[in-house]
Every structure is written in structure tokens, then in C-alpha cells.
């Protein structure tokens, strides 16, 4: 009978993990490293994570970061393997975009500081320039305006490499938001000038696949509309 009772036992505890499973799944997010907001160094793994996992403390999900580099996110996205991402989606996935936050992060260039503002009316106007961006397929929309313009494009793994580009002289612009330029480092910052125009201007957002729509409804009920 000892035989029969650790048999009982093992399929209980079997059937309570799959249930503990069930009430609590895990969500893998698609991230790169773009300090501040998603960085594999940090203990809560950056800004947009924090905000994340604080938004849905109320349901039983456990958001697990994915840091890839960015060619090889851009490539899941557009394969459509992925879940959730805080990697901007595009293309013909089947997703919806959350927005986590209501302030927008400004999304701009940076150069070598001048006495002139940064300011420009066209981007052709910069025909010839170099600009380190993060890396991404070749046949990213963000990407095509400034080769269009004429612009030289060098790709870099993370932020950090970008700025260093244009600080080196090794690039001439380079792609920054306004919360990691107020974050740089005083004597770093007054080297580098961030523009007055803005590229692109958006909350903290979370993408969610088609896929994982039935799982992560929990956490964001519109998702179950």
C-alpha cells in the first residue's frame, strides 16, 4: 500500500502545481537594452519594467524580461514570435499597443554641443551626416526617413554606444530620448546638445501579440474586448 499512497500523493501535488501554473502564467516581454527604461543591469530591469510589473500587481502574472539585441528583436517581431514586447511592433502582426503611462517620452537626436539651437526644418538638410541608430532590419520605417534624407546610418547595440559615436566623432547625430539625456552624466551631458524637434513622442508602451491575448487579459481586461 506504500506504493499505492505515494502514488496518490505525487498526482496531488501534480495537479496542485499545474493549477498554481495556471493561476500564475508567465509572460515573456521581448526587450533590448535601452537604459533607462529596459536594461538587463539593473535589479528591477529598468523604468518601463517597474512601471509594468507595478500597473498589474493586482493580477497573478509573472512578467519575465527577454534581452535580445536589437537586429534579432526586430526580426521575432516581424516573424511574429513573440508575446509581448516593449520592442516597438509593426508590420502585419496582430497586436495591441499599451500604453503604461500618460506622460510621453520625446524621442529626438543629439550632437556635439553648439552655440546655435538644434533645430532643423527638413531632414535632408543633414544629407551627408552620419547618424548612429539602434539596429534594426534594413526595412524599418524609422530607419528609411533618414537614408532617404540622404543620411548615413550606422548601427549600434545600445544607446550608450550611440551617444559615444557622436562624442568620438565617429558619427555626427545619434538617436536619444529626453529622460535618458536628462539622466546622462553632468560632464557628458554638456558635451552633447539634444534637439528641439522631436521624432517621435509616446508613453511607456507594451505591445501584446494576438497569441497571448487569453492570458494576459487578466492584467489588461481590454485585451478580452
Same mark, same amino acid.
Given at each position: 500500500?506504500?506504493?499505492?499512497? =505515494? ?73 511574429? *514570435? ?18 503604461? =503611462? ?5 524621442? /529626438? ?27 534594426? /532590419? ?9 537614408? *532617404? ?19 568620438? *566623432?565617429?558619427? *555626427? ?53
Amino acid at each position: 500500500m506504500r506504493w499505492y499512497n =505515494t502514488l496518490i500523493v505525487s498526482i496531488v501535488s501534480a495537479i496542485f502545481s499545474l493549477q498554481s501554473y495556471a493561476a500564475n502564467p508567465t509572460a515573456s516581454v521581448l526587450a533590448v537594452e535601452y537604459p533607462p527604461f529596459t536594461t538587463n543591469s539593473e535589479i528591477n530591469e529598468g523604468i518601463a519594467f517597474a512601471v509594468l510589473r507595478d500597473r498589474t500587481r493586482q493580477s497573478s502574472i509573472n512578467w519575465v524580461a527577454e534581452f535580445v539585441p536589437p537586429a534579432r528583436a526586430h526580426k521575432r517581431i516581424q516573424q511574429g *514570435d513573440w508575446c509581448a514586447s516593449f520592442y516597438p511592433a509593426f508590420g502585419d502582426n496582430k497586436y495591441t499597443s499599451l500604453a503604461l =503611462t500618460s506622460d510621453p517620452i520625446k524621442i /529626438g537626436l543629439i550632437r556635439k554641443t553648439q552655440r546655435i539651437p538644434f533645430s532643423w526644418a527638413d531632414l535632408e538638410a543633414f544629407s551627408g551626416n552620419s547618424i548612429a541608430l539602434l539596429r534594426s /532590419g534594413q526595412d524599418s520605417v524609422f530607419v528609411k526617413q533618414f537614408e *532617404d534624407a540622404g543620411m548615413q546610418v550606422i548601427f549600434v547595440e545600445n544607446i550608450d554606444a550611440a551617444a559615444k559615436m557622436v562624442l568620438l *566623432d565617429r558619427a *555626427d547625430f545619434a538617436m536619444m530620448d529626453n529622460v535618458t539625456y536628462a539622466n546622462l552624466d553632468k560632464d557628458i551631458a554638456t558635451q552633447l546638445q539634444f534637439s528641439k524637434n522631436i521624432l517621435i513622442s509616446t508613453p511607456i508602451t507594451l505591445f501584446v501579440h494576438v497569441s497571448c491575448y487569453r492570458v494576459l487579459k487578466q492584467a489588461f481586461p481590454q485585451l478580452g474586448r
